[in-house]
C-alpha cells in the first residue's frame, strides 16, 4: 500500500474530526446508543448517566412497555418530572 500524501492525510484527519465533533455534538432531548466494553447496551441521553443493561434484561423490559405505560398513567400524580 502506497503511502499518504500530506494533502491525502490531512483529508482523511479533517474528516475523523469532524466525525468525532458530531458524535460529541448532544443535542438536547436526543438518545445515543452504544455497545458497552462488556457487550451491554448503554443508552446515553436520559440523563447524566448513561442506562446499560445486557440484551436479555433490554428485551424483557420491552416486553413490559404496556405495563410500564399504564402504571406510570395511574401514578402520574404521585411520580416527579424532571424540571
Known amino acids: 500500500m502506497a503511502e499518504e500524501t500530506v494533502e491525502q492525510k490531512l483529508a482523511r484527519l479533517e474528516a475523523e474530526n469532524q466525525a468525532l465533533k458530531e458524535q460529541v455534538e448532544r443535542k438536547s432531548g436526543q438518545l445515543r446508543l452504544k455497545v458497552s466494553e462488556k457487550g451491554g447496551l448503554s443508552i446515553y441521553g436520559l440523563g ?36
Open 48 to 83: 447524566r448517566f448513561p442506562v446499560t443493561l445486557y440484551k436479555e434484561q433490554w428485551v424483557r423490559l420491552l416486553g413490559h412497555v404496556d405495563e410500564i405505560k399504564v402504571f406510570l398513567k395511574d401514578n402520574d400524580q404521585q411520580l416527579k418530572a424532571k424540571q
